[in-house]
C-alpha cells in the first residue's frame, strides 16, 4: 500500500509538470505572436480601444460559459481582489506598454518589460518566499542579456531614440504587472481559475475602455475603416492572446514557481522577431541568433534552480 501511494504521488507530479509545460508553451507561443498581432490590429484601430475590446471580449465570454456551467457567483469581495489583478495586469501592464509604444521604440520597449522577472522575484522575496539561488540569478542575467541582444546593432547603439516618459511608462508598466501577477498568488479569487480570469479581464477591460475615451480614442473613430487583417488580428488576440494565452498564465500563476513564470519575459520576444520574420517580412540579424542562445540557456538555467531558493533565515522557505 505505501508502495502505490508512493507510484500514485509521482504519477501527479509528473502530470503537474507536464500539465505546466503545456501552459508555458501556450504562454511562449501565443503571446510571443501577441507582438505581430498587436501591430497588424492598431493599424487601423486605436490601441487602448483595441486593448480594452480585446479583454472585454474574451472576459465576458469566459464568465457566462462558467456561469452556465453552474459555477457560483463571485462575491464582492472576489469581484474586487480580481477587478485589482485586472487593473494591475491588463490597464497598469498592458494599457501602459501599448500607450508607451507611441513614445518608444518596440526594440527598448521589449528590453525594459523583460525587468519583469527581476521584479517578480524581489516581490516574492519580500512577501516571504525564498530568497533566489545565485543559479535563478544568473539565469535572469542571461535572458536580459538575450534581450539585449535583440536591440544591439553593429555600432552598439539602439537603432531608435526613446522618450523619457515613454521610458518610465514603461517601467511603470512592468512593475505593475509583476505586482498584479504576486497579488493574484494570495488574493481571494473565484475558485474556478476560468471564472476569475473572466472577472478580471472584465474589469481590465473597463477601465480600458475609459482610459480610451479619455486617450481620446473614440474621436473620429469609424468601425468601418477597420481592416480586414486588423480584424483577424483582434480575433487571434482575443482567442490565442487571451483565452488561451493569458488563462495559462494566471494557472501558471498558482502552480509554478515565479521564477519559472517570469521566464516568458525572455521567450515571447525571440516568438515576436521570428513570427514577424515570417509572416510580416522583417529582417533578421546574427544578434537574434545570439539572443537565442542566451534565452534558452536562462530558461534552462532558471528551470533547474527554482526549487533551490534559500529563506531570509538561510535555511530554505521561510518558517509560517
Same mark, same amino acid.
Given at each position: 500500500?505505501?508502495?502505490?501511494?508512493?507510484?500514485?504521488?509521482?504519477?501527479?507530479?509528473? !502530470?503537474?509538470?507536464?500539465?505546466?509545460?503545456?501552459?508555458?508553451?501556450? &504562454?511562449?507561443?501565443?503571446?510571443?505572436?501577441?507582438?505581430?498581432?498587436?501591430?497588424?490590429? &492598431?493599424?487601423?484601430? $486605436?490601441?487602448?480601444?483595441?486593448?480594452?475590446?480585446?479583454?472585454?471580449?474574451?472576459?465576458?465570454?469566459? /464568465?457566462?460559459?462558467?456561469?452556465?456551467?453552474?459555477?457560483?457567483? $463571485?462575491?464582492?469581495?472576489?469581484?474586487?481582489?480580481?477587478?485589482? &489583478?485586472?487593473?494591475?495586469?491588463?490597464?497598469?501592464? !498592458?494599457?501602459?506598454?501599448?500607450?508607451?509604444? *507611441? *513614445?518608444?521604440?518596440?526594440?527598448?520597449?521589449?528590453?525594459?518589460?523583460?525587468?519583469?522577472?527581476?521584479?517578480?522575484?524581489?516581490?516574492?522575496?519580500?512577501?516571504?518566499?525564498?530568497?533566489?539561488?545565485?543559479?535563478?540569478?544568473?539565469?535572469?542575467?542571461?535572458?536580459?542579456?538575450?534581450?539585449?541582444?535583440?536591440?544591439?546593432?553593429? !555600432?552598439?547603439?539602439?537603432? *531608435?531614440?526613446?522618450?523619457?516618459?515613454?521610458?518610465?511608462?514603461?517601467?511603470?508598466?512592468?512593475?505593475?504587472?509583476?505586482?498584479?501577477?504576486?497579488?493574484?498568488?494570495?488574493?481571494?479569487?473565484?475558485?474556478?481559475?476560468?471564472? #476569475?480570469?473572466?472577472?478580471?479581464?472584465?474589469?481590465?477591460?473597463?477601465?480600458?475602455?475609459?482610459?480610451?475615451?479619455?486617450?481620446?480614442?473614440?474621436?473620429?473613430?469609424? $468601425?468601418?475603416?477597420? #481592416?480586414? *487583417?486588423?480584424?483577424?488580428?483582434?480575433?487571434?488576440?482575443?482567442?490565442?492572446?487571451?483565452?488561451?494565452? /493569458?488563462?495559462?498564465?494566471?494557472?501558471?500563476?498558482?502552480?509554478?514557481?515565479?521564477?519559472?513564470?517570469?521566464?516568458?519575459?525572455?521567450?515571447?520576444?525571440?516568438?515576436?522577431?521570428?513570427?514577424?520574420?515570417?509572416?510580416?517580412?522583417?529582417?533578421?540579424?546574427?544578434?537574434?541568433?545570439?539572443?537565442?542562445?542566451?534565452?534558452?540557456?536562462?530558461?534552462?538555467?532558471?528551470?533547474?534552480?527554482?526549487?533551490?531558493?534559500?529563506?531570509?533565515?538561510?535555511?530554505?522557505?521561510? $518558517?509560517?
Amino acid at each position: 500500500m505505501k508502495q502505490q501511494c508512493i507510484d500514485f504521488s509521482a504519477g501527479a507530479k509528473k !502530470n503537474k509538470s507536464l500539465m505546466i509545460m503545456l501552459a508555458l508553451a501556450c &504562454v511562449y507561443i501565443f503571446w510571443g505572436g501577441t507582438y505581430l498581432g498587436m501591430k497588424f490590429a &492598431v493599424e487601423t484601430m $486605436p490601441p487602448f480601444l483595441m486593448a480594452g475590446i480585446r479583454f472585454s471580449i474574451a472576459g465576458w465570454i469566459l /464568465y457566462i460559459v462558467y456561469r452556465l456551467k453552474g459555477e457560483k457567483r $463571485p462575491s464582492l469581495e472576489e469581484w474586487k481582489n480580481a477587478g485589482i &489583478v485586472g487593473a494591475l495586469l491588463l490597464l497598469g501592464g !498592458n494599457g501602459v506598454v501599448a500607450w508607451a509604444e *507611441q *513614445q518608444v521604440p518596440s526594440s527598448i520597449a521589449s528590453v525594459l518589460v523583460a525587468t519583469v522577472p527581476l521584479w517578480i522575484t524581489a516581490f516574492s522575496y519580500i512577501s516571504g518566499a525564498k530568497k533566489p539561488s545565485a543559479g535563478s540569478i544568473i539565469g535572469i542575467l542571461l535572458g536580459l542579456c538575450g534581450i539585449g541582444a535583440l536591440v544591439w546593432n553593429s !555600432n552598439g547603439m539602439t537603432s *531608435q531614440s526613446a522618450d523619457a516618459g515613454g521610458i518610465l511608462a514603461l517601467l511603470f508598466a512592468s512593475i505593475s504587472w509583476s505586482a498584479g501577477s504576486m497579488y493574484s498568488r494570495k488574493a481571494k479569487l473565484p475558485s474556478a481559475p476560468l471564472l #476569475s480570469t473572466g472577472v478580471q479581464m472584465i474589469v481590465g477591460g473597463i477601465l480600458l475602455l475609459i482610459v480610451a475615451a479619455f486617450h481620446g480614442d473614440y474621436r473620429g473613430f469609424d $468601425p468601418s475603416g477597420i #481592416s480586414t *487583417q486588423s480584424w483577424i488580428a483582434l480575433g487571434y488576440l482575443v482567442i490565442f492572446g487571451s483565452l488561451i494565452g /493569458y488563462t495559462a498564465y494566471i494557472w501558471l500563476l498558482k502552480n509554478a514557481e515565479p521564477s519559472v513564470v517570469s521566464t516568458y519575459a525572455f521567450v515571447n520576444p525571440i516568438v515576436a522577431v521570428f513570427l514577424g520574420w515570417l509572416l510580416a517580412d522583417e529582417k533578421i540579424g546574427i544578434n537574434a541568433f545570439i539572443a537565442v542562445f542566451f534565452i534558452i540557456a536562462a530558461v534552462v538555467i532558471i528551470t533547474l534552480f527554482r526549487d533551490k531558493g534559500i529563506g531570509k533565515d538561510g535555511k530554505g522557505a521561510l $518558517p509560517k
